[in-house]
């Protein structure tokens, strides 16, 4: 028990001093804003980098891997969004966000440290491919249910196409197969930023916590909850380690992607249609909260030590 609480406890201890740091008005939302601007145009995608070009990457596609992770992902998302509809009367947008809530992870900013603290560099590729693949799946999806047939494409695909950490595996990746050595002297200016990623993202995911609160449709926000944090793990634990053919490692990972609360694109998906943003704070917060809980339990399961 010792070693899981030497992997929990430093990830969700920074994220509650970040919270206590805005609760008592040490820092204010602005540096919350700076923070995680700073997190996922810079620091992220620098630790990508150093990641990729100095780990191996698979010589072919982990087709199971991905069917583990996004069909569970599908699974929780279809209930998700029946239960909001159909038991808790939500409107069919409503409905929407409700899906995506329940099967959008927090990977940047809770996710990316667990893992990482969990499996070390062994899990970093698993962790960046499935991260490459994750957001453009899951916002395409949201987007596609939400508009139908007027779905703007052209604005899903520039957002994609100019997102720092998507850019950051593209380009690492191709550097990577270049086979040139990283020069020192990049290593030496970006290993210091490198290394700032994982505190700050936490630290700012505390400031997110506070600053976005429980607020709204707490029962429904508690099934989503239950939703993400148990079921979607669970699912993706039977799909990895007893369906497809997942490496052990890879199939942790996937577990551990999945355990992560409820992400915070998904209030800026409600924010843009205006509809559901008071259950996506709220499923987001409480998540958040109880995931220190549920990631000792699933990093139990899988035996780290």
Not at 207 to 214: E, F, K, P, V
Request: include cysteine; charged fraction near 10%; aromatic fraction near 12%.
């Amino acid at each position: 028990m010792l070693h899981i609480l030497l992997i929990v406890l430093p990830v969700f201890g920074l994220i509650g001093i970040g919270f206590a740091a805005h609760a008592t008005k040490l820092v204010g939302d602005r540096t919350g804003d700076g923070l995680s601007d700073y997190v996922f145009a810079i620091a992220i995608p620098i630790l990508v980098f150093k990641t990729l070009t100095a780990t191996a990457l698979p010589s072919s596609q982990p087709w199971g891997y991905w069917l583990a992770y996004f069909g569970a992902a599908a699974i929780v998302w279809v209930i998700a969004q029946l239960v909001a509809i159909r038991v808790f009367g939500l409107s069919y947008g409503e409905g929407v966000v409700a899906g995506f809530t329940g099967a959008q992870a927090n990977t940047v900013l809770v996710g990316v440290p667990l893992i990482l603290e969990a499996y070390g560099s062994e899990g970093a590729v698993p962790l960046f491919l499935l991260i490459a693949i994750h957001l453009p799946v899951m916002f395409s999806a949201a987007t596609l249910l939400y508009e139908g047939k007027h779905a703007r494409w052209t604005i899903i695909v520039r957002q994609l196409a100019t997102h720092p950490i998507l850019l950051s595996i593209v380009f690492s990746a191709g550097f990577h197969l270049t086979g040139f050595p990283v020069p020192d002297f990049v290593s030496k200016l970006t290993d210091p930023i490198a290394a700032s990623a994982l505190p700050c993202a936490l630290f700012a995911m505390g400031i997110a916590l506070r600053r976005y609160g429980i607020s709204d449709s707490l029962p429904l926000a508690v099934t989503l909850t239950g939703l993400k944090l148990i079921l979607h793990p669970a699912l993706v634990y039977l799909l990895a380690f007893y369906v497809f053919p997942v490496p052990p490692v890879w199939a942790g990972v996937a577990v551990l992607f999945a355990s992560s609360p409820s992400g915070i694109n998904t209030y800026l998906f409600a924010e843009r249609y205006k509809t559901g943003m008071g259950l996506s704070s709220s499923t987001i917060a409480l998540s958040t909260a109880l995931s220190v809980l549920s990631s000792a339990l699933w990093l139990a399961l899988l035996g780290i030590r």
